[in-house]
């Protein structure tokens, strides 16, 4: 089965730090390119980092700059979310989403979807 998995998210304080990671099964990772993407409810999907095929990453988000970084790990087929420095307004869904052919797309425009993964910045 094809598929993207997320996990890390956690309950953590403000200033903390996490790494959230996006594994692909059943196929590899390498060369495609994975945006990381972000929800709250009642809110609209927000992209926030993409890292394409040739290893170029994207910062679709001015809040996040400084603070979070994107990476790849070829032989463990997963890309991996560094946050830190958490603030109150990071807490979100967080998801990933990759494309065949490399690029870093909007979110509907990929080729698969992982279910997500909850963060909580909470005092």
């Known amino acids: 089965q094809l598929q993207l998995v997320e996990s890390g998210g956690d309950l953590v304080q403000p200033g903390g730090s996490l790494r959230l990671s996006c594994a692909a099964s059943?196929?590899?990772?390498?060369?495609?390119?994975v945006g990381w993407f972000r929800q709250a409810p009642g809110k609209e999907r927000e992209g926030i980092l993409c890292?394409?095929?040739?290893?170029?990453?994207?910062i679709y988000a001015d809040s996040v700059k400084g603070r979070f970084t994107i990476s790849r790990d070829s032989a463990k087929n997963t890309v991996y979310l560094e946050m830190s420095n958490l603030k109150l307004e990071d807490t979100d869904v967080y998801y990933c989403?990759?494309?065949?052919?490399?690029?870093?797309?909007?979110?509907?425009?990929?080729?698969?979807w992982g279910q997500g993964t909850m963060v909580t910045v909470s005092s």
């Open positions: 989403a990759a494309d065949i052919r490399g690029r870093c797309k909007s979110w509907d425009e990929n080729d698969y």
């Open positions: 059943g196929f590899s990772l390498n060369d495609y390119g």
């Open positions: 890292i394409n095929g040739t290893g170029s990453s994207i």
